[in-house]
Nanobody
Framework: VQLVESGGGLVQTGGSLRLSCAAS????????MSWYRQAPGKERERVAR????????NYPDSVKGRFTISRDNAKNTVYLQMNSLNPEDPAVYYC????????????WGQGTQVTVSS
């Protein structure tokens, strides 16, 4: 199983980035996919989730309206479009794949750094 994130980098406040997560080694379409982030000294938090079948999305208030998660099951890839980035957004962003039972089917990528300059 592999989850490989890409697309992180340095962007100015108000700018945009698109993260990608390429999955392999499991049945991608059967898994809910999420993006999490973790800033130094803070707990890891989920910033977007998309369900496996219906593609239902969920976001916390902190990113709602600015971040958009999408998936391409044909390419085994999940994306995170991040717009209007601000100084609260810098973190390492992680891709996650999960399905029931979670104790057995819970996979993480290595993370990609997002930095926002003022």
């Amino acid at each position: 199983v592999q989850l490989v994130e890409s697309g992180g980098g340095l962007v100015q406040t108000g700018g945009s980035l698109r993260l990608s997560c390429a999955a392999s080694g499991f049945t991608f379409s059967s898994y809910a996919m999420s993006w999490y982030r973790q800033a130094p000294g803070k707990e890891r938090e989920r910033v977007a989730r998309i369900s496996s079948a219906a593609g239902i999305t969920n976001y916390p208030d902190s990113v709602k309206g600015r971040f958009t998660i999408s998936r391409d099951n044909a390419k085994n890839t999940v994306y995170l479009q991040m717009n209007s980035l601000n100084p609260e957004d810098p973190a390492v962003y992680y891709c996650n794949a999960r399905r029931a039972p979670v104790y057995e089917y819970d996979y993480w990528g290595q993370g990609t750094q997002v930095t926002v300059s003022s």
